[in-house]
């Protein structure tokens, strides 16, 4: 759900392309694959390996239309060019680990529930831990896309191996966490239960924008959104005792009345109250940003940001 093209991203892509053009170049060198493939990959190499997804759908389509022989015969080759597996072992000087290392992507951009750190210092080994890449195309089916940047999308296990599992996502159906920003086109919405004045009693989302309505829906129906929203219901009922507590100005007070006059910026206040960022493009920071900010809106308790509400 959220978009992950950050400062970071474009360093990430030129680290990409360096780490794996020449070390991919050598597997097809010295690959048994008819040489007219050969030279298609050849000179379409660096896009193979950058290229936005669109355009490497056309690059696939096209390699696959070239292709004269049996397509059985040709993917195994394929798969030991763009080796995937060896791009997950630590010991390639150019890695996985490096990737997430680049990338800085703190939370799964699918669910924004969990963390997705990367700890890859060699001192520790077996101790390291990095998001996983779920292959947006699956490297099954589409083998000459198993390391192409933009098909590498960092993500929690739960999103990649539980809820996507071998599903497969496809751009005209799904969300595309590089191509697509659709923060704004849809929020989260939550009923409170008549039992308790601070008891929240579903947690939903509404979708503003028909045009990616059906996209975001079939993307959130594949990591199971609702449905695990709804184990953190507690987030709704803590914000709305906060409002109670306090103020509707809550952040508007952290902002002028701090005990040793440090005049926190609304940003700041925003990310000390609620330990989330505000910028839609740093909502991939922390776990639940999204719906902690749909929640204040629909609260009114962001009259802080003048500009904004
Ligand atoms: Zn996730």
Known sequence: MINIVTKHTENAKAEHEKGLLRKTRAKLNSSSLPKYLKEFIDKNLTQILIEKPDKLLEINKEFYSTNKGSVK????????????????????????????????INTCPNCNRQYTITI????????????????????SKYPLLSLSFYNLIPSCKICNSTFKGYKETDIKQHIHPYSDNIINDFSFDYKLSSKGLYKCESISVKFKEPTT???????????????????HKFIVDQILQLKNSLNDDY??????????????????AYRIGFGVNYKDDE??????????KDILKKEEMLSVFKTDV
């Open 251 to 268: 952040l508007e007070i952290l902002t002028q009345k701090t005990y040793d006059n440090i005049n926190w910026t609304p940003e700041e």
């Open 283 to 292: 909502l991939c920071e922390h776990p639940f940003s999204k719906l902690k």
């Open 213 to 231: 309505k059906d996209r975001i829906k079939k993307t959130f129906e594949m990591f199971r959104i609702e449905e695990t929203y709804n184990g």
């Open 120 to 139: 890859s210092s060699k001192k520790v080994e077996g101790q390291l831990t990095r998001p996983d890449f779920d292959h947006y195309f699956p490297k």
């Open 73 to 104: 015969k040709i993917n195994p080759k394929i798969r030991e060019i763009f080796d995937y597996n060896s791009f997950t072992n630590k010991k390639q000087e150019y890695n996985g680990y490096s990737l997430a290392d680049n990338l800085q």
